[in-house]
Each structure stands twice: as structure tokens, then as C-alpha cells.
């Protein structure tokens, strides 16, 4: 299973970009890149996933790296309810062992 | 549609009790999951299942039991509760084995355990 690396604690100001890293080095060619968030204690929820494309929906953009060895998440206007622990997962094939790690805390400050 | 439905919300149980959390989809899913949060550890999957009958382990499992005989539900059972088993409980679910836009995964409100 191919595991994920985020910086534990990030910061952005209201207005601006917020841009989230995620390293998962080991990713195979079937598996996609998923990302999630938890806002304060609630169940995490979905928020968009890629395989080798840049990504765009309304809530966000996921720029994949060529080689797919990384991804960065991207909230082109963070407000202060995007403050929340962003996670990012591989997921593909038989893949059934989702492993979530710790996440990055986005804190967004007015 | 309901999506995930975890019961109960609350719970406190005392050293060695036993109790079930209850988890319910109605969306279909064959893919079942439960995850432990401790504070600073992240999601932990304990138990997993791609279908009825069929269940596996995940990273930290010791301790709970799991069953699957239907393919709306999916209880996970501590069967003498510890203290260390203090946490919030998430359960997920999604399709499987589908294109990969249709694999994400729903999750719970979560149920908040407390044993003494």
C-alpha cells in the first residue's frame, strides 16, 4: 500500500491560497490520489481525487506531479471554515487498507 | 438517503463491559470500514470489509471484533472494553472496485467511547 507524507500544521490568511503538499513516493500506476477533509470532530468528508491530470472542481484544484510521486491540494480563496485537518490517501486495485496518517491542520486566519 | 448512520453518539462503559457500535449505509456499498481518532494519531483503520461475509483487519485490530452478514451493516464489537480503547469511532463506506470517482468514501458522525 502506498503511504502519504503531509507537514503536520500549516497556515494561510483569509482571502488567499491555500496550497497543501502530499508525498506519496510510492504510489503504483493503478492507484488514484484522494483528498479528504475533518472539520473540528465531524467525519471526515470528500473533497476530489486525480490520477495523473490536474483536477478542478468547486470546492478545490489537485495538481499531480509528472513522475506522481506528489500532489498539492489547492483552496484558491480560503475563508476561515476551510480551517480543518486535510488528509490526503492513495486508493486503486485491490487496495482495501486505507490508511489515513495524521493529515495537515489548515488554519485560516483572518 | 441517509448515507452513514453510527449509533450511539455517545457511550461510557466501564472496564470489561461489553458493547457493539452500530453502523449502517444505505447507499448500496460493498466496501465497509472502521477507523479509531486518538488526539495527534489520526485515523486508524481497525477493520474492513468489501463485502458480505467477508472481513479483514487493518492496523490496529486487537481488541474488537467485527462481522458483515449484510451488506447495510457493519457493528464492531469490543467484547471487554479498556480504558486505552477510549476515542471517537468512525465508520466509512463506499462502492468498490468501480472507476475510482465512485470509490470515495462516506463517513459517519462518529461515535464518541469513553471507558473507565
Known amino acids: 500500500d502506498a503511504k502519504t507524507t503531509q507537514p503536520p500544521s500549516m497556515d494561510c490568511a483569509e482571502g488567499r491560497a491555500a496550497n497543501l503538499p502530499c508525498n506519496h513516493s510510492?504510489?503504483?500506476?493503478?492507484?488514484?490520489v484522494y483528498w479528504y477533509r475533518q472539520i473540528h470532530s465531524q467525519g471526515p468528508q470528500y473533497i476530489i481525487h486525480?490520477?495523473?491530470n490536474n483536477e478542478t472542481n468547486e470546492m478545490a484544484s489537485l495538481i499531480i506531479t509528472e513522475d506522481r510521486k506528489s500532489s498539492t491540494l489547492i483552496l484558491p480563496h480560503a475563508t476561515l471554515r476551510d480551517t480543518a485537518v486535510y488528509y490526503c490517501?492513495?486508493?486503486?486495485?485491490?487496495?482495501?487498507?486505507?490508511?489515513f496518517g495524521k493529515g495537515t491542520l489548515l488554519t485560516v486566519n483572518p | 438517503n441517509a448515507g452513514v448512520t453510527q449509533t450511539p453518539k455517545f457511550q461510557v462503559l466501564k472496564t470489561g463491559q461489553s458493547m457493539t457500535l452500530q453502523c449502517a449505509q444505505d447507499?448500496?456499498?460493498?466496501?465497509m470500514s472502521w477507523y479509531r481518532q486518538d488526539p495527534g494519531m489520526g485515523l486508524r483503520l481497525i477493520h474492513y470489509s468489501v463485502g458480505a461475509g467477508i472481513t479483514d483487519q487493518g492496523e490496529v485490530p486487537n481488541g474488537y471484533n467485527v462481522s458483515r452478514s449484510t451488506t447495510e451493516d457493519f457493528p464492531l464489537r469490543l467484547l471487554s472494553a479498556a480504558p486505552s480503547q477510549t476515542s471517537v469511532y468512525f465508520c466509512a463506506s463506499s462502492y468498490s472496485g468501480r472507476p475510482p470517482g465512485a470509490n470515495v468514501l462516506t463517513f459517519g458522525a462518529g461515535s464518541r467511547l469513553t471507558v473507565l
Open positions: 490517501i492513495v486508493r486503486g486495485g485491490s487496495n482495501y487498507k486505507l490508511t
Open positions: 510510492t504510489i503504483s500506476g493503478n492507484e488514484y
Open positions: 486525480g490520477l495523473k
Open positions: 447507499m448500496n456499498h460493498e466496501y
